[in-house]
Structures are given as structure tokens and as C-alpha cells.
């Protein structure tokens, strides 16, 4: 490849609330240095600062202020426009192509991504959705938005099967290919690290880890009839005759949060039980990761609660909020470890959490060859967007041989 700098436009979620986006963020930053030793990167992102002081030190990147007095509407405005006219590669990349509240750009970035294709066309930059998760498109209009960004796209990876699907029935035409999530290659801390802080917090490392993990979403995202107090009665209820029931083990739960909106309702229910607290308002997802490789079982919520668990060998269980953390325990081929917020009461779930406790390394087993290849399938993703930096050169090749 060229020795010139390589400038990629990341677009995402990137303000480092959502432990999961940042871990997709960094993934990418780590895989595509490893890669290219002339890559530069900007973010455009509405913390800066989460950025620079994580990151700048050891990768070339740069932040880019997107809150509203720069010209911006979540990723659309000029900040980014800037970036993407400098950009021969950009990528969408997490899950931030779905319709819930698209007519609320403030929450929704699809609604923004369609502004953006233009200028990604006029700088004859690559659009790509890297290892992206779709959906849900609970509008006609965020359907039809949808399509329009990825049929504009020079590759569209997506990070799954019912991804896959999806996108082929609002109307993608072009060719998908099923990689897998960025974040299955987040770089982790040491071990030591992560015996620090559990250590630092009062964890027996003697005695059993149950990771827990929930959103205060609850069950909205699956219209869950039951109200956020009564879900809340119901977890804290289950979880203590889970522990009651191996008292002998000693078990203790360490709440895991996620997003800064997460941590009342975690902290909440550690105070409920007795348990222990971390979340990522203290710590980055590598050291967060190091810490989840000691948890002898990880009962998830949050998607990226139960990759992030999983790809430090943690045998994972966990409470659907929305459909792809179903789709993910299917791919883990454990889909009965998928468990419903419909129906849910305390014993049903003590009892599934002792089923699943009583044959973790067998689980552990089964979904870590899953594990291994979903690796291998996300460093794929890479690999093919690289080779549109590898075609760019060809055809310059080309138009000069001609030239002569």
C-alpha cells in the first residue's frame, strides 16, 4: 500500500457512555494500526476528551467535536463532512443502523447517516458497514433509510445471520457478507490487572464469580408487560434463592454495568444482595474484560455485555431485552440459554441460573469453538475492507499505465 497517510472516518457511538461501542472503537483503532503503519483516524464524537485521554497516546487519532454548537446534528455536520472529504475509508461501525425513534435525531443516527452518503460519494471514499448489527425498523421511513445508506455502500459487512436476513428484507441489494462483531477483538488487560481491581473492590478470587449484568431498558425493547419494579422484584428475588440454594459455594455476584444509565439500577440491586459493584464510569473495557475472565459465569443483559463476557472464556446466560441478544446465544449454539423477559418470575429464574451453573464448563466448552470462529470472522471484516484500499491502488495503477 501507499506510503501516504490513510485518514478512515470512524462512525459510531463514540462518546465511551456504552462499554460495548467502546470496545468496537477501540478493536478497530488496535486491528487497524496492527495493520497499516500509516493510518490515520478520526472520531467524531460528542467527548472528545473520552478519546484523547484514552487513546491519542497510542494510536493516530483524532477526536472531533460533534455536540450541537459545532454545526452538528448527532454525526451530521461539518466536523465530520470536514473528515469524510479527507477519508478514503468510512466506517459505520456499531450498531447504530436502526429505526427506534427515527424521527429523533437526538437519539436515532440513522436519520443522520443519510445525509452523509453525498459526501461520501463526492470524496470517493468507501462507505462501509464494518461487522454491523441492524435493526429494529419499526418505520416504513427508517426501512427505506436503511437500505439507502448500505445499497450506497462499498461493502456491507454484517456481524450475523439475522442481520444478514434483515437487510435483505427491507430491501439491500447489494452483497452482504456475514463477518462477525468488531468487538470480539478488543485488546484485554493482563490478568494481574484484573486480580487488582477485583481485589481492590473485596472479591475472594477462592471463592465462585456470577457476573450479572441488566439494563434499565428491561424489557421495553421486547414489550415486556411487566413494569420496571416489578422486573427489578423478580431478578433481586431470583438471584438471592440462586445464592441461598449454594450457600455451601459461597458465590458472589458482581453487578456489571455497562452505561453510566445502567449503574442506579446495578448499583441498587449489589446493595439488595450483599454483592459487589464495577461499572464502566471507573474503568475502560480492557481492564473491564480482565476483570469479567474471573467470573466463573456471566448472567448478561446488554448485548455487548455477553460478547465482551463470552470472549474471555465465560460461560454466558442471559435475559433477552432485545432480539439480538437471542440471536447471539443462537449463534453461541446455547439458544436455550436465552431466557425470556416474558414469563420470567424469581424461581424460573433460579432455577435456570442453576441449571446453567451446574453445567458451566460443559456451556463453556460448546460456545467457546463458536467463540474462536467469530474471532476469526470479525479480523475477516478487516482484512476485506483493506482490500478496497488494495483495489484504489490498482486502478491508479491502471490510469497511469494508460496514461503512458
Not at 477526536?63 to 459505520?92: D, H
Amino acid at each position: 500500500m501507499s506510503k501516504d497517510v490513510v485518514n478512515i472516518t470512524l462512525l459510531g457511538s463514540n462518546s465511551g457512555n456504552n462499554l460495548g461501542d467502546a470496545a468496537i472503537l477501540s478493536s478497530i483503532l488496535d486491528t487497524f494500526s496492527k495493520a497499516l503503519s500509516n493510518v490515520h483516524f478520526f472520531v467524531p464524537t460528542t467527548k472528545p476528551s473520552f478519546i484523547r485521554e484514552n487513546y491519542s497516546s497510542k494510536y493516530s487519532v483524532e477526536p472531533l467535536n460533534v455536540m450541537p454548537w459545532t454545526g452538528s446534528v448527532r454525526l451530521l455536520g461539518v466536523p465530520t463532512i470536514r473528515a469524510i472529504l479527507r477519508s478514503k475509508l468510512v466506517l459505520i461501525c456499531d450498531g447504530i443502523i436502526f429505526g427506534k425513534k427515527f424521527f429523533n435525531p437526538a437519539f436515532n443516527f440513522l436519520v443522520t447517516l443519510v445525509g452523509l452518503v453525498p459526501f461520501c460519494k463526492k470524496a470517493k471514499a468507501d462507505l462501509v458497514c464494518y461487522n454491523c448489527g441492524i435493526g429494529p425498523f419499526p418505520f416504513e421511513a427508517s426501512k427505506k433509510a436503511a437500505s439507502y445508506v448500505m445499497n450506497n455502500s462499498s461493502l456491507v459487512l454484517l456481524r450475523d445471520e439475522d442481520s444478514k436476513k434483515l437487510a435483505e428484507d427491507i430491501g439491500v441489494k447489494r452483497e452482504i457478507i456475514v463477518t462477525a462483531d468488531a468487538a470480539f477483538l478488543n485488546p484485554v488487560s493482563s490478568k494481574e490487572r484484573g486480580k487488582e481491581i477485583l481485589q481492590s473492590i473485596g472479591i475472594n478470587l477462592e471463592k465462585p464469580i456470577l457476573g450479572v449484568n441488566l439494563t434499565s431498558y428491561g424489557g421495553q425493547w421486547v414489550n415486556s408487560s411487566l413494569s420496571s419494579s416489578q422486573l427489578f422484584s423478580i431478578l433481586r428475588e431470583g438471584l438471592q434463592r440462586f445464592c441461598d440454594e449454594r450457600r455451601e459455594e459461597e458465590v458472589q455476584i458482581l453487578c456489571f454495568s455497562t452505561h453510566p444509565m445502567d449503574a442506579p439500577l446495578l448499583k441498587e440491586l449489589a446493595l439488595s444482595l450483599g454483592a459487589f459493584y464495577i461499572g464502566n464510569e471507573f474503568y475502560l473495557s480492557h481492564d473491564l474484560q480482565a476483570v469479567l475472565s474471573f467470573c466463573s459465569m456471566f448472567l448478561g443483559c446488554r448485548y455487548h455485555s455477553v460478547i465482551l463476557a463470552s470472549s474471555v472464556g465465560v460461560p454466558v446466560t442471559a435475559l433477552v431485552y432485545a432480539p439480538k441478544v437471542r440471536s447471539y446465544l443462537r449463534q453461541l449454539s446455547t439458544p436455550e440459554l436465552a431466557l425470556e423477559f416474558s414469563g420470567i418470575s424469581a424461581v424460573g429464574l433460579a432455577n435456570h441460573l442453576g441449571l446453567v451453573w451446574g453445567k458451566r464448563e460443559e456451556v463453556r466448552e460448546k460456545q467457546q469453538a463458536v467463540v474462536k470462529e467469530l474471532a476469526k470472522a470479525s479480523l475477516r471484516g478487516r482484512d476485506l475492507t483493506l482490500s478496497l484500499l488494495d483495489r484504489e491502488r490498482e486502478t491508479l495503477k491502471k490510469s497511469l499505465s494508460t496514461a503512458v
